[in-house]
């Protein structure tokens, strides 16, 4: 398993908390409003581990390439 996907599957949990949080204080429905706070944040730390781990892959892949191909030079 890739670094990356270690800190994803670590940050998506951090998202997943904090939405089943609001979804635990939003049971009545009557202070939802109050609550969107809790639902933006979760949906912000998603999506912003999503976009590191994207990041973080492609970067791997281009150093595992690189040392692939640099290696081959080498020989």
Excluded: P
Excluded at 17 to 32: G, I
Excluded at 33 to 51: C, D, S
């Amino acid at each position: 398993m890739s670094i990356s996907k270690k800190i994803f599957d670590s940050s998506i949990q951090e998202a997943e908390s904090l939405l089943e949080f609001y979804d635990e204080l939003n049971k009545d429905k009557q202070r939802s409003k109050e609550l969107e706070v809790l639902k933006r944040a979760g949906l912000i730390i998603a999506l912003t581990a999503w976009e590191t781990y994207v990041e973080e892959r492609i970067e791997e892949s281009v150093k595992r390439l690189f040392i692939g191909a640099s290696g081959s030079i080498a020989q």
